[in-house]
């Protein structure tokens, strides 16, 4: 009778042992969980910072552009020896222009790099004399 009520006499404990088991695997997996959520959480801020400074680098463009065409049409021999434009206050950032004159064998470059906080994006504009001279921006197929 005693082996009817209690089960088997050679597995006591494995119900014990057995939940002890199921809790770790339970407080590995909540604990991974929530670092991978802490871990999500504050990188969000670099990504919206990111975003940002894309922003902020395609203002910076748009200002070379139309600060360039305004020099331009007064003077057509313009030649652009006032850039770098050195932290032009834009948003929640700023922007950097540099402007690298064509050679023989590469055309002008206008380069914008955009810093919103800790992110750091930029943009090439090639044929940056021709944007400005309007001859518009070709696109390769």
Known sequence: M???LSGYLGNKGVTLIT???AITIFAVFITVFSYVMIAK???EALYV???QAYAVAQAGIEYGIRYATDKYVVDPTYDYSD????DQSFG???FTLVYTAATPTDTSELTSTGIVGVATRQIILHGFTGVVSGAGIDIDD
């Open 19 to 21: 939940l002890i088991i």
């Open 92 to 94: 929640n950032g700023s």
């Open 49 to 51: 910072q990111s975003t």
């Open 2 to 4: 005693r082996t009817i």
């Open 83 to 86: 850039f770098p434009i050195n």
């Open 41 to 43: 959480h504050g990188s």
